[in-house]
T-cell receptor
Framework: AQSVTQPDIHITVSEGASLELRCNYS??????LFWYVQSPGQGLQLLLK??????LVQGIKGFEAEFKRSQSSFNLRKPSVHWSDAAEYFC????????????FGTGTKLQVIP | ETGVTQTPRHLVMGMTNKKSLKCEQH?????MYWYKQSAKKPLELMFV???????ENNSVPSRFSPECPNSSHLFLHLHTLQPEDSALYLC?????????????FGEGSWLTVV
């Protein structure tokens, strides 16, 4: 069965500082990997996704993530955090079937301080 | 604004009521999903419809009854709910029939059972 672990429940960073959110997955084959962001009271917005190819993936809002098969990781990074990045971030792994049976991590809540 | 629209955004219902959540997607997708998001729990996949056929039912209690009349609309009929069913219910869609496609979420319907 596929699973996702986000070890950090809550992270606080200063505005302008760099950010890395950790994600480890378990999946029997080549995974489809996603990062979503959720602002309070809102649905989930896709930040980026990895299906194949270049292991460094660029997303929206200046985010990037790197797929490391040897470490079963897909960590999300941003070089300089803005106050508007405060939200909850979800890593997810999907299957390769005809529809997406996506399993989500428990999320990491990001707080940005001035 | 997303391509997946959910109504109502907020719903308060008594345990003996019958209500429905509605989802409409404008993305031309063929797969639609209901997820449940409770506090301090990972997103839980409830149901999947692929080309209008229900393909996943993750042991959801029968007090939740989905309906997918066509590829653009998805309903979640609610009856005799319990207070623990209070949560954010997220609808999503993806391009069915093709592997590795992204799921796009609506903004959710906040349900409170009193």
């Amino acid at each position: 069965a596929q699973s996702v672990t986000q070890p950090d429940i809550h992270i606080t960073v200063s505005e302008g500082a760099s950010l890395e959110l950790r994600c480890n997955y378990s999946y029997g084959a080549t995974p489809y990997l996603f990062w979503y962001v959720q602002s309070p009271g809102q649905g989930l917005q896709l930040l980026l996704k990895y299906f194949s190819g270049d292991t460094l993936v660029q997303g929206i809002k200046g985010f990037e993530a790197e797929f490391k098969r040897s470490q079963s990781s897909f960590n999300l990074r941003k070089p300089s955090v803005h106050w508007s990045d405060a939200a909850e971030y979800f890593c997810a792994v999907g299957n390769s079937g005809g529809y997406q049976k996506v399993t989500f991590g428990t999320g990491t809540k990001l707080q940005v301080i001035p | 604004e997303t391509g997946v629209t959910q109504t109502p955004r907020h719903l308060v219902m008594g345990m003996t009521n019958k209500k429905s959540l509605k989802c409409e997607q404008h993305l031309g997708h063929n797969a639609m999903y209901w997820y449940k998001q409770s506090a301090k729990k990972p997103l839980e996949l409830m149901f999947v419809y692929n080309f209008k056929e229900q393909t996943e039912n993750n042991s959801v209690p029968s007090r939740f009854s989905p309906e997918c009349p066509n590829s653009s609309h998805l309903f979640l009929h609610l009856h005799t709910l319990q207070p623990e069913d209070s949560a954010l219910y997220l609808c999503a869609s993806s391009q069915g029939g093709v592997s590795g496609n992204t799921i796009y979420f609506g903004e959710g319907s906040w349900l409170t059972v009193v």
